[in-house]
């Protein structure tokens, strides 16, 4: 009667529950397999793999160690073999020429010794460093110059008019290569003593025109033969 009235009930057999108790070593494991994503490609020697929290990588499994190694990124770099070929201009700040000159010594040196004919660059003078920014955007709209090196030379003085100057130049010399799209090399020297900028335009600190020079050399390489300008 009671089985008419309720239906037919099937009771499940009784199971036992047992505890595992995980050591701190097997939770380690299992929260980094957990974490470890893996979606296979077309190719069975390859996978990509994102952990999360770590980014991600591209790996090739290795049959003979039976484990997985990451492949490396293709990187490109500029060389600094010979700059032959290359143009460069130099705009050079007028005021501390004592120290604006011998920066432009060495990276003109720079440029002979990685064989930059003379008539290859350009040097533009002008009065300050505060002014180096809009003219080397103007220069590297141009299209001539495959880098534009900035130099100049701030001592810190009694009143904020140093912090004035070289926050100008800084932002004035990265505008000028973001809205150019030709590399502007930071060559300006900030120093708090003259001293501290002799040390660096020849001194026991090496010349920092030598320097940007290199840097010069590098970018414009980097740029010619892996980075295009994008055209206006």
Request: hydrophobic fraction near 40%.
């Amino acid at each position: 009667m009671a089985a008419s009235a309720f239906g037919q009930c099937n009771l499940a057999p009784r199971t036992t529950t047992t505890t595992t108790v995980i050591n701190p070593t097997q939770r380690q494991l299992f929260s980094l397999s957990f974490q470890r994503q893996t979606v296979t490609s077309s190719s069975p020697a390859l996978s990509f793999t994102q952990s999360l929290g770590f980014g991600s990588a591209i790996e090739r499994h290795c049959e003979d160690l039976n484990r997985f190694t990451t492949c490396a990124v293709r990187e490109l770099t500029g060389s600094v073999i010979s700059a032959k070929g290359h143009r460069f201009a130099v705009v050079v700040a007028r005021f501390n020429d004592l120290i604006t000159k011998k920066l432009l010594e060495g990276a003109l040196d720079t440029f002979k010794n990685y064989s930059v004919r003379e008539e290859d660059i350009d040097v533009v003078w002008v009065p300050g460093c505060f002014e180096i920014g809009v003219v080397a955007q103007h220069l590297g709209k141009s299209r001539k110059y495959q880098a534009i090196l900035c130099i100049g030379a701030v001592i810190r003085g009694d009143t904020s008019h140093y912090d004035a100057v070289v926050n100008a130049a800084t932002s004035g010399v990265l505008s000028a290569g973001l809205n150019s799209g030709t590399p502007c090399i930071f060559g300006v020297l900030t120093c708090d003593t003259l001293e501290q900028a002799f040390n660096r335009c020849g001194g026991k600190s090496g010349n920092k025109g030598a320097e940007t020079a290199m840097t010069a050399i590098e970018m414009a390489s980097l740029f010619e033969h892996h980075l295009k300008p994008l055209e206006e």
